[in-house]
């Protein structure tokens, strides 16, 4: 059984944000509608300046905090590593937005908290996902980092790249700047499979508001942190 | 730039989502889609891409009759498998709702009547007769963008007109003139091989062409040093090796100063400068006082720094290059065009001509011609109204590209009477707007744009809409230029789409004029007919064309190092130009300040650049497009942040901008990412076609701030020589 994984080389990213575009275009999303996005960091003082820009989307977590809250089974985890989501059994209760420590769940117009899939229906059909195979600077390699001889699995060997613990991601260390430009490790607390049981909604439509005000106050604390850095970016 | 919070995106997409959900296609989850990939049939039809001047091999994934997606073509040169987001956004352009969709006929004050192609024909096809038979045809001016409209022509030829006029000169002028001038003709970077390259006045990343993305991160990662040489820390400087923020407009001293560096230091090909380039001595001659220190004192680089760059090229020569630029420099300053020269000076001082990792011509190939159908009379050509090329005008302006900037001026004087502009909008993308609205005043304007352009909207009598690039099949076109490629290749758009509106490709809009006007069979044949009879003599059918979107020749410009030939009167690098001095000009290459310099506190340049995400001017009313310049604060002006704390400016802060011209008011990005004397903004914004609702009113455009000037030389705007003021306060 495959293990797809994801190697992204902030180095090597001038911010075009076509993995963006083409992204919206492959899933046919509205335009204010994304599942990948860039977080710029910039040091410096001129004339010496650094910038970093670090591509970041769904991290696809070993034990992603989304599923533990998900109330009805919507959000699953496949063998191959890919997060995905069911939208027959997704009662729209968001807990799966306020859980994720990325930001990475976006909810589309039937309410359905959507985000990157790894192209999983388009790999099957054996092409690359649309953002490694539009970006210009090859920021991204796709694939299976259960075989040692793959592609991916190779360029992390050479490139030195580090797995975001706990995540299906591996980043290349920024030159220059810290490795706290990077997504930080997904850590799934156990209290969170508790506000599952404690919110289980009698029926669709019927949200324990309660709980999921508590997920959100445990998680946008890590966004919060997370979003103030980018005070000097361009 | 302080960017939006995550959370706070997400609580605006999940307010605006359902409103959003009414005016574009579904939105699907997952399952949904992988069902529906499973159910519905995919064709996948080759096309180049339309926005920009790289034309981009396209796959165009078309699914229910509607575009899905579009991916780079592998082989083209120019996108190598890549696409960037303007290419995805200008693809989805197809579902514009600022496109015009049907012929219009002003009526009044921008009041426009629908109309059918026939009346429209019938109605400009008599118009021109009239004004033709009065005031001759040397009066027809056709303005375009550029690019490889083929068509045109061919109606000038019958009319007498020879004023086919392209927008170059807002764009590079100084760098085409001068490197046919000096070497007969362009030279084009090879990044696989370089070990030193230096881009000054070009920004791959940002002017993104996709496969020199590519290519030069991939000889980055293969220890290939880069250097970008910018007033503003740019896309490309992101991933450089080195940035050197330098004075804007000075960026020909430091050429001057790295070339003298080389010479001074015995660092050059002296070879190489035997062989084959003419009037050394010359240049030596009015520079060997222009050294490393006085190239700093200009341009605020240590001259220590000058000599490292010369230096750090010289070492790697002759893989190593200044690259030879674009618009970034090349339409800019009173010093442009010696600019380009001292560019050409510093490669050639560094032997790199025709090597490897250095620059090469653009390798190229001719097609075949479709039978001609017309056999009536041509009428003698006219002068030119723009003067280019027009002794005692402009002689030293290429008419290949001409004078857009003008028209006005044309009109006034009675040297245009009719105008057509295709797929160009000068309005918005030539200086100076409210000049450039005096077109109207021409007898007869007609646009043929694809979308409710500026131009179209102001100026003309008829708006004539094109189908979208992917509606079309066109006549094929070799692929070659700006950067290195040993090979030609051809390629061309094939229909991928079929136009929901009634609008029409060029070919059938031209057949439908001319035969109003009364020319018999100029067009006699059909897009089908073109492109074989092109491909014929290749041996390639359209089908293989259609099924490899894209086809490469065998390779024809490769390294050699005996044998070079220019393609100029001395058959060398001339570093003296002859039709400068025949107009009793210096030829070579010296010292020349910018025409103007900010002085005062609240003054600064006024200087302009691409974003990566958009495309000229053309994609602002893209709502995807759009999305990222509101995320990321896309149309703020921005300000070296000394500057802004002594003006006690702060980020976001709106504040008036000033120039003779124009005031505007405009917000604020605090940033320590610019050189202190200049404020930069991106080239896109500003648009002012109410018709364009998600561009509508989004920011400023330099072009507003700039008078319509002409380079006497090479024709170009001089786009940067513009002093503001800034001050605090605004709407």
């Known amino acids: 059984m495959a293990k797809y994984g994801m190697l992204i080389d902030p180095n090597r990213c001038t911010g075009c944000n076509a993995c963006r575009i083409a992204c919206q275009m492959q899933w046919s999303l509205e335009p204010e509608l994304n599942f990948n996005w860039l977080e710029e960091h910039l040091e410096g003082k001129y004339p010496n300046l650094k910038r970093v820009i670090v591509p970041m ?10 599923q533990t809250v998900c109330p009805t089974g919507a959000t699953y985890k496949r063998e191959d590593g890919v997060v995905l989501i069911d939208a027959e059994k997704c009662i729209g209760c968001k807990y799966c937005v306020s859980a994720c420590p990325y930001g990475a769940r976006v909810i589309n117009a039937a309410g359905i908290p959507e985000k990157c899939s790894f192209c999983a229906v388009h790999v099957a059909n054996g092409s690359t996902p649309a953002c490694v195979s539009t970006c210009m600077s090859e920021v991204r390699v796709f694939g299976d980092v259960s075989d040692p001889n793959s592609e991916i699995s190779r360029q992390i060997a050479t490139l030195g790249a ?73 | 730039m302080k960017t939006i919070s995550r959370r706070s995106f997400l609580k605006i997409t999940a307010a605006t989502g359902a409103a959003i959900a009414a005016s574009a296609g579904s939105v699907k989850d997952f399952k949904a889609f992988a069902e529906e990939i499973e159910d519905t049939e995919v064709t996948k039809i080759p096309s180049l891409c339309n926005g920009c001047s790289s034309y981009c091999g ?120 001068i490197w046919d001038k000096m070497c007969g003709g362009m030279f084009n970077p090879d990044f696989d091989q370089a070990k030193y390259i230096v881009c000054a006045g070009r920004n791959y990343a940002g002017g993104v062409m996709p496969a020199a993305m590519k290519r030069i991160s991939r000889a980055k990662a293969e220890g290939t040093k880069l250097i970008v040489v910018d007033p503003r820390f740019c896309e490309l400087a992101t991933v450089a090796d080195e940035w050197i923020p330098i004075r804007p407009g000075t960026d020909l001293a430091l050429f001057l ?24 001595d010359e240049f030596w001659k009015y520079n060997r006082d222009f050294d ?48 380009a020269m001292a560019n050409i000076v510093v490669n050639a001082l560094l032997g ?76 918005r993308s030539a200086p100076e707007p409210e000049y450039q609205k005096k077109i109207k005043n021409a007898d007869l304007v007609v646009s043929i744009p694809y979308d409710w352009n500026e131009t179209s909207l102001y100026t003309a009598d008829y708006i004539l809409p094109e189908t979208h690039y992917l509606e079309r099949t066109e006549h094929p076109k070799v692929i070659n230029g700006n950067i290195y490629w040993p090979s030609a290749q051809i ?47 290749h041996g390639i059918s359209p089908d293989t064309l259609k099924e490899k979107g894209c086809l490469e020749l065998l390779p024809s410009v490769t390294a050699k190092e005996e044998g070079l030939s220019f393609n100029t009167f001395t058959k060398k690098i001339e570093f003296s130009i002859g039709a400068w001095k025949m107009e009793g000009l210096l030829g070579v290459p010296t010292w020349v300040p910018p025409l103007v310099e900010p002085r005062e506190a609240n003054e600064f340049r006024l200087i302009h650049g691409k974003q990566p995400w958009h495309s000229h001017i053309m994609t602002t009313n893209n709502p995807y497009l759009m999305a990222i310049t509101k995320e990321k604060n896309g149309t703020f002006m921005w300000m070296n942040a000394d500057r802004a704390k002594e003006l006690n400016i702060s980020e976001g802060e709106t504040v008036t901008v000033k120039s003779e011209l124009a005031t505007k008011q405009v917000q604020v990005h605090v940033t320590e990412g610019l050189h202190p004397e200049c404020v930069w903004l991106p080239s896109t914004y500003g648009t002012f076609s109410e018709k364009l609702v998600n561009g509508y009113n989004q920011g400023v455009n330099y072009n507003d701030f700039i008078p319509a000037r002409v380079d006497e030389k090479t024709g170009h705007v001089m786009g940067q020589e513009c002093i503001v003021t800034v001050s605090k306060g605004g709407k």
Request: with cysteine; proline share 6%; charged share 20%.
């Open chain 1, 57 to 66: 989307q769904c991290q696809h977590c070993d034990n992603p905090p989304c």
């Open chain 1, 162 to 234: 580090v797995n975001i613990k706990g995540t299906s991601m591996y980043y290349v260390p920024p030159r220059e700047m810290g490795m706290d430009v990077l997504p930080p490790e997904c850590v799934n607390p156990t209290y969170l499979g508790v506000l599952k049981n404690i919110s289980q909604p009698a029926s669709k439509g019927i949200l324990g508001l309660a709980a999921a005000a508590i997920a959100t106050g445990i998680v946008t604390n890590k966004i919060i942190e997370r979003s103030s850095k980018n005070d000097e970016t361009n």
């Open chain 2, 58 to 177: 396209v796959w165009a994934y078309v699914k229910n009759g509607r575009l899905w997606k579009i991916e780079g073509n592998e082989t083209h040169m120019k996108s190598r498998g890549k696409i960037c987001a303007r290419g995805h956004g200008v693809a989805y352009n197809i579902y514009d709702p600022g496109r015009v969709s049907q012929p219009m006929k002003r009526v009044s004050d921008n009041n426009f009547q629908p109309i059918t192609w026939e009346q429209a024909f019938q109605e400009i096809g008599g118009k021109m007769k009239d004004i033709v038979e009065e005031h001759g045809g040397d009066k027809v001016v056709w303005a375009t963008h550029g690019g490889k409209e083929s068509y045109a022509q061919k109606f000038l030829d019958v009319l007498g007109s020879d004023n086919y006029i392209t927008h170059y000169a807002t764009c590079f002028t100084a760098k085409t003139n």
């Open chain 2, 257 to 280: 100063g790295i070339a003298h560096t080389l010479v001074s230091e015995n660092l050059y090909n002296y070879n190489f400068i035997e062989k084959y380039t003419y009037a050394f």
């Open chain 2, 292 to 339: 490393a220190e006085k190239a700093a004192e200009i341009t605020g680089i240590p001259a220590d720094k000058i000599r490292e760059l010369a230096r750090g090229l010289a070492q790697n020569a002759p893989q190593a290059f200044l690259d030879p630029g674009y618009h970034g420099l090349y339409a800019h300053y009173q010093n442009s065009n010696e600019t």
């Open chain 2, 352 to 427: 790199n001509f025709w090597q490897d990792g250095g620059l090469f011509p653009a390798a190229s190939t001719t097609f075949g011609q479709v039978e001609e159908t017309y056999y009536g009379s041509k009428a003698a050509k006219g002068s030119r109204a723009d003067g280019a090329g027009v002794s005692r005008e402009y002689p030293l302006v290429e008419p290949s590209r001409g004078i857009p900037q003008r028209i006005p001026d044309m009109i006034e004087k009675g040297r245009a009477k009719i105008v057509f502009f295709y797929s160009y909008n000068p309005l």
């Open chain 2, 491 to 537: 390629a061309t758009r094939f229909k991928a789409l079929t136009a929901a509106t009634s609008t029409l490709p060029l070919l059938e809009i031209l057949q439908g004029i001319t035969t109003a006007y009364g020319i018999e069979n100029l067009y006699g044949f059909t897009v089908e007919e073109e492109l074989e009879a092109a491909l014929a003599p």
